[in-house]
């Protein structure tokens, strides 16, 4: 249920005009996330042990998701009136 918020929260704080720019960026990121995260977990498993990949993985999520809280703000009135 993760992915389907972060997409309807980048379109939420995008305006029309650049909605898909911001969605493609975003995807474009994702992705890479996963490589490289999936290289550095294996290289980290076999120097350290699973141990210390998984604490690294874990480390990683905690330090994005502060950023992201600390940065990322709601855009007030981004959305059109539905009523």
Request: glycine share 8%; aromatic share 10%; no cysteine.
């Amino acid at each position: 249920m993760v992915y389907p918020s972060l997409i309807a929260a980048v379109s939420d704080a995008s305006h029309p005009t650049w909605r898909a720019r911001s969605l493609s960026v975003y995807r474009f990121w994702r992705d890479l996330g996963y490589a490289i995260g999936a290289l550095s977990a294996g290289l980290i498993a076999d120097r350290f042990g699973f141990g210390a990949a998984i604490t690294a993985i874990a480390a990683v999520s905690l330090l994005s998701g502060t950023i992201v809280a600390l940065v990322m703000r709601e855009q007030k009135g981004a959305l059109p009136d539905r009523t």
